[in-house]
């Protein structure tokens, strides 16, 4: 049963604002079953709003939104942030009016800040291959670090997709894992046989030294027998990252962005990427051909004699 406040309650306004921020994050954990990151979003921009209003501030309007949005701006939040927040309070504002709790969307007549939209950080092929052979393959931890990055590479998962990847999910005769993305959407994604060889040697000689004895349903697990967090394995690139001389800038979705990049390169179609990432608007998969565009104009300007 949805908790929603009560019309007419006899709570300050500013308890009308918290039961409502909490009313919309149980719609969207029950009933829109938005992964608990997203949740998590929601939660820290929502809760910042309500911060910002002070006690017993009331159900805010036009001009309360307005300035809050303006005072991030002058603060130095990016644009970006900006709009983030801006959505953030519109899915919020259009949850109270379509539950009674407001008459109009404060929202409604503002308009997001324009964000440049920068391309992505990616690896060439050989920092790619120096990477995925950085961990040591002779003790548990490498062959299952080794393992991660192959099929970080292989498939393009998102990091708490890898992370949440249990042993079921991986068919290793068809050469395809299940993975469960943003918004609760199941898909098949084929991996290549360089990571499914990776993945054989760690269930064979390092998951049963890590597990001791002990069981789990998921596919990587930490020393203590539990599934890797995503803060884990962020910790364990970067170290990976030195020891292949990759320094700056290196996270999960850098290995994403290369997987992307590296398919329409070698001449894969935009849909079928877009399917592999799990994308449900095309439009944020064709970013990955402006990074092409732009690598084969920086292989003419280079290599070309009348560039």
Known sequence: MRTTPQAGASAPEQDRLAAGIAAFLSFCRVEKGLSPNSLAAYQRDLRDFGASRGPAAGLPGLDAVRGYLDV???????????????????????????????????????????????LPKYLNREEIERLLEAPDGSTAAGLRDRAMLQVLYATGLRVSELCHLRCGDLDMAMGVLRTVGKGSKHRL??????ALRAVEGYLEAGRPKLLKGRTSPYLFVSARGGPLTRQGFWKLLVGHGRTAGIFRGLTPHVLRHSFATHLLEGGADLRSVQTMLGHADIGTTQIYTHVARQRLRETVDRYHPRA
């Open 72 to 118: 991030l701006t002058h603060q130095g939040a990016s644009a970006s942030t900006v709009a983030r927040r801006l959505s953030a309070l519109r899915n919020f504002f259009g949850f109270l009016v379509a539950e009674g709790h407001l008459d109009t969307d404060p929202t409604a007549a503002l308009t997001a800040p324009k964000a440049w939209r920068s």
């Open 189 to 194: 994604v084929p991996a290549g046989r360089t």
